[in-house]
């Protein structure tokens, strides 16, 4: 839809125009509800700066290609917009706008602040360390296997059957124990 409303051609003007059709057009898509509206608008918005200074092909390659460790600014860039992509998702989520702007108000008062406490680990019968540790493996398993398509292809390719049998077993037990309760899958409700 991009390109037969003129792409990257034109002034700016029309540039920024078809990037807010385009965004806002994909957010109708998921419903009709002005939630997924602000949800488009969102990532129109976080596109806006890129478009306009010329940079939105510039970020296009491989975090720390060839490295094993990203630069200080390179984390502040997936820190950014790992935390701007959570952000609109708040609306995507929501039932309707007042209660997304209700979840935000909630989200930066005092509480933001204090340390969170863990009260559902009675359901999953998992500690707070089990679960961070579980998480910290499949972010380093994720980082180690960037480069590829599938973040498994490369690890465990070398191990001896038996060791990968048993990390494939792992998986599925952590799938398993970190099921928690069942949830519909988000687009079963388009």
Known sequence: MYIPLGGSRGN??????????????????HGANWTF?????????????????????KNIEIVAFGRIVPT?????????TFAL????????????????????TGLFSQSF?????????????????????T????????????EQQYAFEKIGNTWKRGFRYLLYYLLILAIFLFAGKEQEFIYFQF
């Open 113 to 133: 602040f204090s340390i969170p406490t863990f009260v559902n680990f009675t359901e999953t019968a998992m500690s707070p360390s089990i679960l961070f540790a």
């Open 85 to 104: 992509t959570v952000f609109a998702w708040i609306f995507f989520r929501a039932e309707n706008i007042e209660h997304a702007f209700s979840y935000i």
């Open 72 to 80: 200080i600014k390179e984390c502040m860039f997936m820190i950014i």
């Open 37 to 57: 509206i602000a949800w488009g608008t969102l990532h129109a918005i976080y596109f806006l700066p890129l478009l306009l200074l010329q940079r939105n092909r």
């Open 12 to 29: 700016t003007w029309n540039k920024i125009r078809n990037t807010f059709i385009v965004f806002i057009v994909s957010g109708f898509w």
């Open 135 to 146: 998480l910290v493996i499949f972010i380093i398993i994720e980082w180690i296997g960037r």
